[in-house]
């Protein structure tokens, strides 16, 4: 229970540091947020926790993949927040992922990737 707890601690300390940077920095906050925090610290937590190498393997390959739709929101999102304010660009930026992941997945069943 103990090791649980430390991992919440640990994963969400991470988020309000980033989150704290963020307020007085934008780029740095930027560098922080950008860099795959979450995703280390699951790999980490997956090898300590003696998961099978494949399922970390998997891991990782899944993410990149995940990674790629939601980046056209870091793009739309700075354009659409002046002019529909922050809720509904919001809003917009995660219909866009969506659409994204789903024309992706598309994609690359023509490789035989298959994300869902």
Not at 85 to 107: D, H, K, M, S, Y
Request: charged share 10%; proline share 5%; with cysteine.
């Amino acid at each position: 229970m103990a090791y649980l707890i430390s991992k919440y601690l640990i994963t969400a300390g991470l988020v309000v540091l980033v989150s704290e940077l963020a307020k007085r920095s934008d780029r740095l906050g930027g560098l922080l947020a950008a860099l795959p925090l979450v995703t280390v610290l699951t790999l980490i937590w997956l090898y300590v926790e003696q998961q099978p190498l494949s399922k970390i393997e998997n891991h990782a390959w899944y993410t990149f993949w995940y990674v790629l739709p939601t980046l056209p929101m870091f793009l739309v999102f700075p354009f659409l927040l002046p002019r529909l304010g922050f809720w509904l660009a919001l809003l917009a930026c995660c219909a866009i992922t969506a659409l994204c992941f789903l024309a992706l997945a598309w994609a690359l069943r023509l490789w035989g990737v298959h994300l869902y």
